[in-house]
Every structure is written in structure tokens, then in C-alpha cells.
């Protein structure tokens, strides 16, 4: 296996969660356990999974060790972008976060504000997962000797299993620095 199948099977999972939310943010209404229970776990997966799992795989391992590499110049352009990209997506889930946490029954902004955040996620993510998926996972991985991309494999495993432990430390932390 290629380290692009990992990468590529966490893409489906995280185009799964959005057309999840399309279909759920219709329904999205005045209930605010419900609206609560929605925003936290989709600004949860975007946070644990896509952004610290998915993109922390790419950005630590894959991205760091393409950057040693003599890529040319358009592969690195969209190394850069995705980066960047990363960063956008971040931004949009904080602010989906904060929405959240202003929402209240009968405050039709922020619930708006939700439907707008949801629908940019899910307008941004299939264009950025298409880019990784067709126009740099497969030309960059052939600037990876077999022995690189193995041992590349071996580090996203290790990354993965270190996920659980990371988040619920870093809850600990939260909860025993008040």
C-alpha cells in the first residue's frame, strides 16, 4: 500500500460527514439541544478527524518530507495552497464553533450563521480533497523512493494510534487547568 491510501480513504469519510450535514442542516430548526448536538460534532469531527488526524498526517509526515525533495515548481505550488487550504479550513470551523456557542432558541442569526458555515464547508471540501486527490497525492508520490513511502506508511499508523491519547490528554489539562 501507498501512503495516498490512507489519505484517500479518509477523504470518503470526510465527504460521508458532509453530505451528512447537507442533508441534516435542512432539517436544522429553533431546537437548541438539537442544534447544539449538530454543531458540536460536526465542529468535532472537522476538528479531530479532518483537520489534527487527516491533515496533521499530511502536513507533519507527507508534506515535510516532499519539502526535501526537488518537486517542480507547479507541485509546490500546490503544496503551498493546500497548506493554506488547511488553514482555511481551520478558520471555518472556529468560526462554526463560536456560532454555535452564540446560538440560542429564537436566534435566527446565528442559526443562519450555522447554514452559511456548513455550506461553505461543504462547498470547500470536495474542491480541496479533489486537488489532493488528482492533482498532487499522485504526481508527488513518485518523488518517494519505496523504502520512504513505507516507512511513511509505519508513520501514519503510529500517528493515528497516538490520536486518541493526544485529544483526551489535552482534555485532562483543560478540565485540570480550570
Not at 491510501?5 to 453530505?19: D, F, N, Q, S, V
Request: overall charge neutral; hydrophobic content about 40%.
Amino acid at each position: 500500500m501507498k501512503p495516498i491510501g490512507p489519505l484517500m480513504r479518509e477523504h470518503r469519510l470526510i465527504e460521508r460527514m458532509i453530505a451528512q450535514l447537507n442533508v441534516n442542516v435542512l432539517r436544522l430548526g429553533e431546537d437548541e439541544k438539537n442544534v447544539s448536538i449538530f454543531v458540536n460534532s460536526a465542529v468535532d469531527f472537522f476538528r479531530t478527524y479532518a483537520d489534527r488526524t487527516h491533515h496533521g498526517k499530511e502536513e507533519d509526515i507527507l508534506f515535510k518530507r516532499l519539502a526535501e525533495k526537488k518537486m517542480p515548481p507547479e507541485l509546490i505550488k500546490i503544496m503551498e495552497a493546500l497548506v493554506q487550504e488547511h488553514a482555511q479550513a481551520r478558520k471555518m470551523v472556529g468560526q462554526l464553533f463560536d456560532a454555535g456557542l452564540a446560538y440560542r432558541p429564537g436566534n435566527v442569526d446565528a442559526i443562519k450563521a450555522i447554514k452559511v458555515l456548513i455550506q461553505k464547508l461543504s462547498a470547500f471540501y470536495p474542491v480541496h480533497i479533489e486537488k489532493e486527490d488528482k492533482r498532487f497525492f499522485y504526481p508527488a508520490q513518485e518523488y518517494l523512493t519505496k523504502d520512504e513511502q513505507d516507512a511513511m506508511l509505519g508513520e501514519f499508523w503510529e500517528f493515528d494510534r497516538n490520536m486518541i491519547h493526544e485529544k483526551y490528554r489535552k482534555a485532562v489539562e483543560v478540565l485540570e487547568n480550570g
